[in-house]
Structures are given as C-alpha cells and as structure tokens.
C-alpha cells in the first residue's frame, strides 16, 4: 500500500508540475476575431500569399453633413469645390503619416504633372488638355507609321510585352506635349476648376468606387501593409479616425468600413462570451456535483481535474501562438463538456465500489480500470469523429481538430490516472453509504417498465425521428458572418450606408486567363465590357471595374467628347499602352508611369494573359454568393468564350469555401462517429444486431439536431456545423458507458432482463446526471451576443436531454428485444472449452469465437427426443451441457444399438452442411457390415436422439455453412476438415457397439 500512495504522490506532482509550467503560457491566449486561418489552405497558402487581390482592405467614406447642420455656409454641399478637396486631402495625408497603409487612394490623390499655371481659360483649356496631345501623338506614331514596320505587340508567358521601334518617331515627341500643356497635379484652386476636375474624375473608374453620384461622398480606399497583423493596428487605425472626424465633425459624417471592423467587433463578442461560459460553467458545475454527491470529495476533485484540463489546452494553445478567435472560442467549451463527462463517470464509480467495503486504494484502482475501457473508448470514437473535419484541408480547422483532440487525450489521463491519486492520497470518506441520487427501487421499476414496454418504447421514437427527419429537408445551408452580429450592430449599420452611398465593401476579383495577350484585343474588350453590363444587372453587385473602364478613361483623355466608348482600333490601344510604359523610363514622368503602371496590374498581369474585374457588393452570404459565382461563371462562359479559364477569388469567398469544407467533413465526422461505434460494440459482443442496436440511440439525437435546423428555420453554417460536432462528439459516451456496462454484466447473470436493470442502476444515475449538466452547461449559450449561437444554445440543451433519453428509454428498450449474449458466452456460463473439442483443433481463439458467434444454441429438456428414428437429422448439434442417448431402432421399436453422447461430442447429419451434393450421405440399409441379410429389411435408416438430461447443443445446420462461407470461408474450411478427419467420431452411430464399428 505504501508504494501505491508514493507513485499516486508522484502522479500528483507530475501533473502539478506540468500546470505551472503550461498556467503562463495560458495567459499569453487572447482573442482574435481574425479569419484568416479560414481563408488560407494548405493548398492555398502559397497563392495566397501571392495574390495581391487578396490584401486587407478599408474603406473611409467621408460625407457632407447635411445642410441645415453645415455651420460653415462658405462651402457647398458638395464636393465641385475647392476648399473641400482640399479639406479631403488634408485627410489622406493624415492617414498617411500614421505609416501603417501601403496605400491611401481617393480622388484627391490624382497626380500628374503639371506646368506653370495659366491665366486664360483658353490657355487654361489647353493645359488640362496637354495628356489628350500626348495620347493623340502617340496614336499618330502608331497610325501613319510605314506599313513595313510592325505595329503589333510581342506577347510572351510571363514577360511584359515587346513594343515595335519607329525610326523616325519616338514616344519621346509625344510626351513633349505634357511639358508644354498641363494636366491636374494639384488640387484645382478656383469652382469653375473644381467643375472642370470632377468632368475629368466622372468615369467608370472613379464613379461610385472613389465618389458617389451626387458627389457628396467620397471614398477613401486604404489598403494595410500588414494583412497578419492587420487586427493588431485597428486601434491604432480608429483612433486615427476619431481624432479626425473629431476635428470635422461640423463638415462631415467621418465613418471607417470593411471586413476587418467585422472581425473586430466578432472578437470583442467572443472575449466576452468566453469569459461569461466559464464563469457560469464552473458556477453550475459547482451546483450541479454538490446537489448529486453531497461531499467536498465529489464537488473539488472534478473542479480541480477541469480547471488543470483548461490550462493544460490553453497552455497548449499559448506554447503555438493560437488565440481564441471564431473557431477555436469552442475548444474550451468542449474540454469542459467531456471533462465533467468523465469525471462524474469517475467520482461515480469511485463510490460504488467504496461503499461496497473495498479500501480506498482498491476502489481507486478498480474505478480506473474498469472505466478505462468506456471512456478511452469514448474519446477514441469521438476523436475519430473530429477527425473526418481534417478533409477540408482548411489549416485553421485542423487546428480545432487537433487541439480538440488532445484536449480529449487530456481528459482521458486526468480522469483516469490523475482522479483515483487524489482518491488515494486524500483521507477516506467519513461515512459510507448510497451515493445514488436514483434509488435502487427505482431503477427496479424503471427497468421493468422498459422491458414491458419495449415495443411502444421503439415506436414512439421511430414516430418522433420521422417527424425530425423531414426537418433536415428544409434545412438552409448557409454561412453569413453578418449574422453572427446583432441587427442592430453599428459595424453593419456603417457598411449599409457607404454601399447605398457608394459601392459595398466586400471585394471580389474575376480571373480570367488565356494566351499572352488576348485581353488587350479589341474584340476581347468589347466582350469585357458586355460582361460587365450583364454583371451590374444583379441587385447584389454595385460596382465592377476593369481593364476596359482604365482604356475607357485614356480614351476620354483623347477624344474629350467621348466620354463612354474605349478606343475603336487596336493601334490606339496599342499605342496608349505604348505611351504609359515609355513615362516609365523617363526621368521626368517615371513617377506618373509607375502609378499607371500600378493602377493596371490591378486589372491585368504583366504578360496580359490574365485579365481581372474587380467587383464591390455586400455579399457576405454563402447561399446568395454561391448563387452569384454560378451566375458570373456561366456569363463568363458565354460572353468570353469556354476557352478562358476562370477564378474568383475574395476574402469572403475564401471563407465561404472553408464553411462548405467544414459542413463537408462534418457530415462525414458524424458518418465515422457512427461507425467507429458498430466497430467497438462489434467486437464488444461479436453480434451484428447488437451493433446495429447501438448505432440507433445515436441517430435520434442526430435527427433531432439537424431536424430543429430545419423546422425553426435556424440552417446549418459554421457555428452550428461545429458545435454539432461537439454535440455528437459527446452523445456517444453514454451509449459506450451503457454498453460496456452491459457487457460486464452479462458476464455474471445471462440474462437480459437483469442486465439491463443491473446496467440501469450502475451507470444510468452518471449519465443522467452527464447530461443535466451539459443540458444546462450549453443552456449558457443562449446568453451569447451571437444571434446564431443564441440560438443554438437551447437547441445543444435539448441534443444532450434526448441523448439521454434515448440511451435510457430507448437503448434498454431495443436491447430488450434481441438476444445479448451469443454462443461464446454460453460457452463460460457452462464451462465448455471449444479448444478441448476435436472439432475446433488448429483454429485460433478469435478464429473460434468468430465462427461460433454465426451460430446459435439449443435447449433440450430431460427425456426430449431431438431426432426420432423416422426423420431424416436436418442439423449436426454439438453438446456443450448435458449429455443425451443414441438409439438404433428396427421397425418394430426392438432396440439394437445404443451409446452415450456427452460435452464435446457431435450427432446429427452431416448432409446438412450440403443437402443438395453431399458425399457424406449415409445409407444404412445397404451396410452389410451394421446387419445380416434377414435382419437387412427391420432396420432403420436413421437413429434416435433422447436428451437424458437438460442439455444445451450449438446448432449447425445449412444456414450456419452459408453465413461461415460467406464472411469466414477460411475458419470454415478448418471447421470441415476437422469433421471429415474425425467423422467416425462425430457422425451419426459412432460408437454404437461393436456390431457397428468399421461402419464409417
């Protein structure tokens, strides 16, 4: 006894030791409302990384306050005047000192050169019109250029493209015209420039996403240096935006928008969920142990084991640098659902046995062995369950499966190693006693009830699954992250106004790639510009701009009354793209050149093979965005031709997709949870209907979860697709705990009626109990600021009741029905040992047992004939129990041969394994050697059977052969050359005397 306290001291130490060193990684945990982790795959990380459409954006949209409260009366109401360009110029600058921006882009950021400032308004006119002379020269150069030199552009994968060299005429001579007619560098200085700038800025490019169409808006466009960190520099960012709005609030409505204030504002949701789940977890766990058990003992060992499991997986998260962000918020929710499932099992079994007279070393020590089976069981099938989540490939999933997983592992070692130390070292309880908070009796009558009314039982269920069946038919998959904030929010509030007022914030990307070259082709812009059309017909896309709206606005540069139509000829677009990569490498316009340069490969790649049109909307659904991306694939399809391949590519979208996987491998999870429970019950009872029984009691929690998706019109997203997982995850310990129990005690007692009672009265009090709290521990949910998981939280509340109900009610109630115990374990109740029977020689135990277990065991009682001489055996029985006598008759009843037959030995037909083709058939009338001549007619063909005593044979007929051939034809195929070896043994008449020996 002294070596056990030492080594349970040791465990003790073990653990605690391993808490302090994890308790201050725990505390680097925080939250995050990022999803990010969402967004990159495995397979997608390197692409990502590489796909400029794919940073972090926002937007500033600053609006004119509304007229009766401008207290500066100077200014218009818009924005055709001087002082408020300027005013909004002053904003960009401001952003831009705070360094955390790659970019700040608005219309008052138009750069381009510009001479020194003119008097009149005809020179004025020609200074705003000194690019339109550039571009005209240089379409000139292309157009009356010899017909010997090429005009065409050298495309090449990968690489920019080769422009043609004129000898005579140079981009240079077009460009002289921007030195002597100026464009708009600076912001214009009187109204009548204001007006002249906004005609220049009303264009498909600017429009809507920059200012909005009665020019009272303006957008600011910010694009973040750091998309890792971006939720890191959003203080930083809205303090910026406060101070400013603060120095503007008499001129304008100052707002920040964009996916990030989303994710934000989900952050400061889950902190405060977190915080509120565990501090009304433990209180009601307190509450919950204390009412059940009564004793310091039942209520501090299980706090202390959950307290050391959160930290151990909080630890585990600080020591990989994971926050708690909108996936993994539920890992300690889960660790402490399993972790008061386990524990409870534990405390439980710790009783019984103590109060049963065991020391408190024993009672310790057989808790944990004899719950080791059900609960690491429990976690294998539930772990198996999380692991079909990890097909979706989605990294930030994994994660969740992973830590999930260990929290599992955790779980398991504490209460199974860590709960019977403390039981050890702890002094013993003062009193022994019941600690069942359900009385026998009651259980008794319980279990009876069942057993009546097993029938009923099963009915009633089958009614109420179907019910919940048609249910999972209206289920709305969906995942709209915009749920998962109130109505009410400001963060949706704020996007709503800047789409009605400009364009929505959510950006997606159409790829369209071919050959080097294509989109630049005249016939491929008409189309692109059809595509368009065709693509702002939807009411869920504002805007979409592409490579065609920038030839647009070079065109409209040119040709000053042609503000709607691109260039007609390819020389003009050629020669446009031309003069912007000549500005490139000129030291005086290099700086205009690279901005172009950059504004374009946001619509195109370097080798114009890849042609991009980026969207604004507002969609954030999963259901409207899939139904929009089959939309623009078929029009792309149509419009561009089948030949492009196309790509959409977004933040959302990116999420949306990782929610598709996540609902994908969670169907399979439950698939998996499912039969890693008929695998374990398989081999428990090596009976196909018992496994089938147990995966049942699992199906109507199921069809009650998805169903209630369905009828209360809540559908299945992200948050509901995991905590699912979670909820099934969990529903399978008790079914695994009542069977396990079974199993035991069916070992001692044989019979069903007092299993079930005995498994009631065991292990139903823990389950009950296992479920109440998780009842009321998801029940918490419900306080969630999340619309969603409000709603999900008296939806997991009534999973856990009827996951109790039905491994109560139902389970005993369709166990009642079949037969539990198979031949291998009347085999120990009778003491028979098939290895001592010739029959099974050279077959292994499992080979044995598996063969067995297809068959099925008779009883007969004292003076019963099982074959009457008249019949032809249509079965051989082996005798396991009892013994019985064989007689040889004549026609006249006069006994001839006789012989005893005793455990282990067989008699029958042995025809019957192959009516049909039998080498084996017996003829005794044609046996000289049983009779002679005259006593040849008097015999009969075949012998009696009389059980001599109440007797117990393992069946084995043609049914028998055709199920062995069919799943074991090896072991069967044994079986029969061991008949065949020692038929003289086994056949019918062996050992009747002597007169009958040489007979087979």
């Not at 585990?316 to 499932?341: E, Q």
């Amino acid at each position: 006894m002294k070596n056990i306290r030492i080594r349970a001291w040791f465990i003790i130490f073990f653990v605690l030791s391993i808490t302090v060193l994890l308790l201050s990684e725990a505390g680097k945990v925080g939250f995050s409302g990022s999803v990010a982790d969402l967004i990159i795959t495995e397979t997608d990380a390197e692409t990502s990384s590489s796909d400029k459409t794919n940073s972090e954006h926002l937007v500033v949209m600053v609006q004119i306050v509304s007229p009766e409260k401008n207290t500066s009366p100077d200014k218009k109401a818009d924005f055709i005047n001087p002082s408020r360009l300027l005013d909004l110029k002053e904003i960009c600058l401001s952003l831009e000192k705070t360094e955390l921006f790659s970019s700040v882009t608005s219309i008052a950021g138009i750069s381009l050169p510009r001479s020194s400032p003119a008097e009149t308004i005809a020179m004025e006119y020609k200074q705003r019109h000194g690019l339109t002379h550039a571009l005209l020269k240089a379409e000139k150069i292309y157009r009356f250029a010899p017909r010997e030199l090429p005009k065409e552009l050298i495309f090449q994968k990968g690489k920019r493209p080769v422009f043609p060299v004129f000898k005579n005429q140079s981009m240079k001579s077009a460009m002289e015209f921007i030195d002597h007619f100026s464009v708009w560098e600076n912001l214009p200085g009187t109204t009548h420039e204001a007006r002249l700038f906004m005609n220049d800025i009303s264009n498909p490019v600017y429009l809507k996403n920059f200012i909005s169409g009665d020019m009272r808006a303006c957008a600011i466009l910010l694009s973040l240096k750091s998309t890792s960190h971006a939720l890191e520099n959003l203080p930083a960012i809205r303090k910026t935006i406060d101070k400013i709005s603060e120095n503007y609030k008499d001129l304008y409505t100052i707002v920040l928008a964009g996916n990030l204030l989303l994710q934000d504002e989900m952050k400061e949701t889950i902190s405060t969920d977190t915080i509120i789940f565990l501090k009304l977890g433990f209180i009601l766990i307190l509450i919950c142990y204390g009412w059940a058990y009564r004793t310091p003992r039942g209520v501090i060992l299980p706090l202390i084991t959950l307290i050391i499991s959160e930290i151990w997986v909080l630890g585990i998260m600080g020591l990989t640098g994971h926050d708690l962000n909108i996936v993994l918020y539920i890992v300690p929710v889960f660790v402490l659902a399993v972790g008061s499932s386990a524990t409870i099992h534990m405390i439980s079994k710790f009783y019984a046995f103590h109060d049963a007279g065991m020391s408190l070393e024993s009672a310790s020590i057989n808790s944990a062995r004899e719950l080791l089976l059900p609960i690491g069981s429990a976690s294998l099938t539930t772990a198996f369950g999380f692991g079909a989540l990890t097909i979706s490939n989605v990294q930030g999933l994994n994660t969740f499966v992973i830590l999930c997983i260990a929290g599992l592992a955790i779980i398991t070692f504490l209460s199974i190693i860590f709960i019977p130390a403390l039981n050890i070292v702890l002094p013993p309880p003062r009193r022994k006693g019941n600690h069942d908070f359900i009385s026998t009796r009651h259980w008794s009558a319980f279990s009876d009830w069942v057993f009546s009314r097993s029938a009923l039982i099963s009915l009633l269920f089958m009614i109420t699954g179907s019910i919940a069946a048609l249910g999972i038919y209206l289920i709305d998959t969906d995942n709209d992250l915009t749920k998962l904030l109130k109505k009410d929010s400001k963060v949706l509030k704020t996007a709503d106004m800047v789409s009605r007022k400009l364009a929505g914030t959510t950006i997606l990307t159409i790829n369209m790639e071919s050959n080097p070259g294509w989109c630049i082709k005249r016939e491929s812009l008409d189309n692109l510009s059809k595509l368009q059309k065709e693509l702002e017909k939807s009411p869920n896309i504002d805007k979409s701009t592409s490579l065609g709206d920038l030839l647009r606005l070079t065109h409209s540069l040119a040709t000053p009354d042609n503000q709607e139509n691109r260039p007609a000829n390819q020389y003009e677009i050629n020669s446009h793209l031309h003069l912007f990569r000549a500005m490139e490498t000129s030291k005086t316009y290099s700086e205009f050149g690279l901005a172009i340069k950059d504004l374009m490969q946001e619509f195109v790649s370097s080798d114009f093979s890849t042609a991009r049109i980026q969207i604004r909307s507002n969609l954030t659904s999963l259901k409207l965005m899939n139904s929009e991306l089959a939309r623009i694939n078929n029009l792309v399809s149509k419009i561009m031709g089948s030949h492009i391949k196309v790509t959409i590519s977004g933040g959302i979208i990116d999420v949306n997709r990782a929610v598709e996987r996540i609902l994908l491998g969670q169907t399979k999870g439950v698939i998996l949870s499912l039969f890693t429970i008929f695998i374990l019950m398989l081999i428990y009872f090596f009976s196909l209907k018992i496994s089938i029984l147990s995966i049942i009691p699992n199906v109507f929690p199921i069809l009650f979860f998805y169903g209630s998706l369905g009828l209360f019109n809540i559908g299945l997203d992200l948050s509901s697709g995991l905590v699912a997982c979670v909820a099934i995850g969990i529903s399978v310990d008790d079914t695994i705990h009542f069977m396990t129990e079974m199993r035991r005690q069916l070992k001692g007692t044989y019979n069903s009626r007092e299993a079930i009672f005995q498994s009631h009265q065991k292990v139903g009090g823990p389950m009950i109990l296992t479920s109440l709290i998780l009842a009321i521990f998801f029940g918490i949910l419900i306080l969630s600021k999340f619309p969603v998981m409000s709603n999900l939280g008296w939806l997991m509340a009534g999973t856990m009741l009827l996951a109790m109900i039905s491994n109560i009610l139902l389970l005993p109630a369709l166990l009642a029905r079949v037969r539990l115990f198979g031949v291998w374990d009347m085999l120990k109740k009778y003491n028979f040992n098939p290895a001592d029977s010739p029959l099974f020689a050279g077959m292994s135990k499992l080979g044995t047992r598996t063969f067995l277990s297809m068959g099925r065991v008779a009883s007969f009682a004292n003076g019963e004939t099982i074959f009457t001489g008249n019949e032809k055996p249509n079965a051989i029985h082996i005798i396991i129990e009892g013994h019985a006598r064989i007689i040889l008759c004549s026609k006249h009843n006069n006994e001839n041969f006789t012989d005893k037959l005793t455990a282990g030995q067989a008699f029958g037909e042995i025809t019957a394994m192959n009516p049909q083709n039998s080498i084996f058939q017996k003829d005794y009338s044609n046996k000289s050697s049983l009779t002679t001549p005259e006593t040849h007619q008097q015999i009969a063909r075949y012998p009696a059977i009389i059980a001599e005593s109440e007797m117990k044979t393992i069946v084995i007929d043609g049914d028998f052969f055709e199920i062995a051939g069919t799943f074991s034809p090896k072991i069967c195929n044994r079986f029969l050359m061991n008949l065949l070896g020692s038929r003289d043994k086994f056949l019918l008449l062996s050992r009747c005397g002597s007169e009958t020996e040489g007979l087979t």
